[in-house]
């Protein structure tokens, strides 16, 4: 059971999560706006990929 409550946003459980605080929501979509802009999609995947399995997360 989650310790935050999901907020009704699109996207991933991760994002639903963040939009309880909209400035860091905001931060990190911004983020990956610039990320995508900048890296490959592919590298993008693996990044995501390897992030959710060092962290024990099912992706």
Request: net charge negative.
């Amino acid at each position: 059971m989650a310790r935050l409550p999901d907020i009704n946003v699109e996207g991933t459980p991760f994002k639903k999560v963040l939009a309880n605080t909209p400035e860091i929501l905001d931060a990190i979509q911004q983020m990956d706006k610039a990320l995508n802009n900048i890296l490959d999609p592919e590298l993008m995947e693996m990044l995501r990929l390897r992030t959710a399995s060092n962290n024990g997360c099912d992706y």
